[in-house]
């Protein structure tokens, strides 16, 4: 096994690594670092779960298998870099991809029938949403701007729309009946096993056995009843439409991968009722699901004159939408994942409360967030802001965070126990000696699901927060709520290890709502905060406010402590920005900004020379520090437009920095030696290297695929500089 494991993904990152791995590669090389791949792409993961359909030439082993077993070992050295969280659409355009360059993997069975279909669903289910990170991650999460990014945003301040007072800029989420206000959960006395069944009329179902809890689990059950969501989701439509504002639904259908696409869905047919009424017999004929969205909806209804001439009736009477891209008609409902609301939400506050209508112009919007159980955040920065302006990010303090995700804590939706209800009734979690731990009784169509939080994460979770905050020495709050079943559980964790640590007097506990307004007016006055939540928050506040204080959640340093003592080094939040892969194709320029990467490239190198005594791995990390503060302190990140500098321009700058600090330091003399003639080769070939990146900008590129791009023709478009590869190699 290599030293550090540098993971292959999808879509931007994974082109910028096909530039900035080879000199990772050769930098490390030179301290006795070997540095590897492990491939968690969605393609990689649809081959490795399908090897009988492939021949021994496209054979791909299952490498998140494997990172599954290495990140619960003191070894585990992992760069994590973001992968696609995928829906269903995603899934079905990758196993085309792949079917259409020769791989025989199945198709995705919609509605499997035998026993085999049922096989091939399951399997194929297993990728959906948030497959990859509770596996890798086996240790909670610390999330920060590091100092150097942190300072680089005060001394160059990022646009902020205006925030008006009067704006019509609202949140909205229903008033009960939802997951938040049906919530129950329990903390287990001793070890055991359960199931959850849905018990009818007609007798019973199991709808999952042999689930297993430790001890001192804590275990949640709720549902949504679409019953209520239909009527606040109708109610939302006619209210957006009297206030003149934007209608946009806000969800998170690539983590919550079962109950968010059902939810949106929901809107998709509620927004056009009018033509589920007159025509549900012909869209089912059709094959429509509302879960895949109104842009499969138009695609399939394509040549019924009637069914369109009904839908555009049906949008011309609704209010307008706000837009994905207003200059291609895609809408907020076309599909599931292209509004991901821990982007789309900070978005739209940083732009002061402004979304894109289907007219190119800026307009204020309902924000449709129908669960209440995190909606009051955003309702709450949303007031902040009206009542004290926009956000200075030359002045603005920081909020770090503390996150409870070891172990699949918290994953709401992406585990296997989110159900649709197909018919009314009481479901039951039962545990093995018979107790009926959690009931509730169900409509048809309601949204049932359970998650839980083991005891030695969530014990982690707090010891974590009390390093950071003695690191830190600022105001620090647990962002629980007494009176939400789930956090009361988590209270009762947190406030002994607190007062047994002698440290409760550093700590505030404050429901969400509460510790967004305490956050906003610490970091207004130019303090920081540490925020210490649980899984699904943490997801939500690192965008939140490193987009309004950073203008990106990419650039985050984000360390998780693997419980067993290795680490994994994610390359901040951000996504895969398929934007950029689009920017790429068309115009040959990626703005994809690798910075994230190269923190998490410094952490991984310090970390090593910690853990196996490698002090040359060390002085290769402080470099790393050096190299990334000349980036920011040149102004060497990419550009936006074409012909401008872009990801492998600074990747360029990078190499240089790094080895430029590497050949001036004292510490280690064999590296100062072995890289002065590299710092040398590379800034005197500066303006043929530079020429060389520039003049491939402006025309179209093939990458032989998007979701499995050929190797040979990426590594042609990411290293177009034949100087800049004869020195890196």
């Given at each position: ?301 394509e040549g019924n004159a009637a069914i369109k001439a009904d839908i555009d ?174 956090d009361a559980e988590l209270i009762k964790y947190v406030t002994p290890i ?153 990747h360029y700058w990078f190499a240089r920095y790094w080895a430029e600090a ?68």
């Amino acid at each position: 096994m290599s030293d550090i494991i540098y993971t292959k993904v999808d879509e931007a990152p994974e082109l910028a690594s096909a530039s900035f791995l080879p000199i990772i590669q050769k930098f490390a090389a030179a301290a006795g670092v070997s540095v590897g791949t492990k491939d968690i792409s969605l393609a990689g993961r649809v081959l490795a779960t399908f090897p009988e359909n492939l021949t021994k030439e496209q054979f791909q082993a299952d490498d998140l298998a494997e990172l599954g077993r290495l990140v619960k070992t003191p070894e585990a050295n992992v760069i994590k870099l973001p992968n696609i969280s995928a829906s269903v659409p995603q899934l079905k355009a990758a196993i085309a991809e792949l079917q259409a360059n020769g791989f025989n993997v199945p198709d995705y069975p919609d509605a499997p029938t035998t026993d085999a279909e049922k096989d091939v669903q399951a399997r194929y289910d297993g990728m959906k949403g948030s497959a990859v990170n509770p596996v890798l991650r086996e240790g909670n999460s610390d999330r920060r701007a590091a100092k150097a990014v942190k300072s680089f945003a005060q001394n160059n301040p990022h646009r902020m729309g205006d925030w008006a007072a009067d704006s019509k800029t609202k949140v909205s989420s229903m008033a009960g009946n939802d997951f938040f206000s049906n919530e129950v959960s329990a903390t287990l006395a001793k070890e055991t096993t359960a199931k959850i069944v849905l018990e009818t009329a007609s007798g019973e179902t199991v709808l999952k056995e042999g689930l297993t809890y430790p001890a001192g689990t804590v275990v949640d059950a709720t549902f949504m009843s679409a019953k209520a969501l239909n009527a606040f989701l109708a109610e939302q439509i006619e209210e957006t439409k009297a206030e003149g504002t934007l209608f946009s639904l806000h969800m998170k259908a690539t983590m919550m991968k079962v109950s968010d696409p059902i939810i949106f869905g929901h809107a998709v047919k509620a927004f056009l009722a009018p033509v589920f009424e007159k025509h549900g017999a012909a869209l089912a004929d059709l094959g429509v699901n509302p879960n895949a969205g109104l842009g499969d909806l138009l695609a399939r209804v394509e040549g019924n004159a009637a069914i369109k001439a009904d839908i555009d009736a049906c949008m011309a009477s609704r209010p307008p939408m706000y837009m994905v891209d207003s200059d291609k008609g895609i809408t907020n409902l076309h599909v599931s994942s292209d509004v991901i609301i821990d982007a789309s939400m900070p978005a739209l506050i940083r732009a002061g409360g402004k979304g894109w209508g289907p007219d190119g112009k800026e307009g204020d919007s309902n924000c449709v967030i129908p669960d209440n159980s995190y909606a009051p955040v955003y309702d709450e920065t949303i007031k902040f802001f009206k009542e004290n302006g926009k956000l200075n990010p030359a002045t603005a303090g920081t909020v770090q965070n503390i996150g409870l995700m070891a172990q699949k804590a918290e994953e709401y939706g992406s585990h296997p126990t989110t159900f649709e209800m197909p018919e009314a009734g009481t479901v039951k979690m039962i545990l093995d000696d018979g107790t009926v731990l959690h009931e509730h009784k169900v409509e048809a169509n309601d949204i049932w699901r359970s998650a839980s939080a083991r005891k030695a994460p969530i014990e982690d979770w707090v010891n974590l927060a009390i390093d950071r905050q003695k690191a830190e020495g600022c105001e620090a709050i647990f962002w629980l709520d007494a009176n939400r079943a789930h956090d009361a559980e988590l209270i009762k964790y947190v406030t002994p290890i607190l007062e047994a640590k002698g440290v409760a007097d550093k700590f505030t506990i404050m429901a969400p709502r509460e510790a967004t307004r305490a956050s906003f007016e610490t970091i207004t006055a130019g303090n920081n905060s540490i925020a210490i939540t649980g899984n699904v928050l943490r997801d939500y506040l690192t965008d939140l406010f490193p987009i309004l204080e950073l203008a990106t959640s990419a650039k985050m340093l984000s360390i998780v402590k693997l419980m067993n003592g290795g680490g994994l080094f994610e390359t901040g939040a951000g996504g895969s920005a398929p934007k950029h892969v689009q920017q790429l194709v068309e115009e040959n320029h990626l703005r994809w900004d690798s910075l994230g990467e190269f923190c998490a490239l410094g952490e991984s190198l310090q970390f090593l020379a910690n853990a196996k005594g490698n002090e040359q791995a060390r002085v290769l990390g402080q470099a790393v520090d050096t190299a990334t503060q000349g980036i920011l302190d040149h102004s060497r990140s990419p550009s936006r437009k074409v012909g401008e500098p872009d990801n492998r321009d600074s990747h360029y700058w990078f190499a240089r920095y790094w080895a430029e600090a590497l050949a001036a330091q004292s510490d280690d003399a064999a590296l100062a030696a072995h890289f002065a003639p590299v710092a040398e080769a590379l800034a005197g070939n500066e303006a043929a290297i530079l020429a060389e990146l520039a003049v491939v900008q402006g025309p179209a590129v093939e990458l032989g695929g998007y979701y499995k791009t050929d190797a040979a023709k990426t590594d042609a478009v990411m290293r177009p500089s034949k100087t800049f590869n004869s020195i890196i190699g």
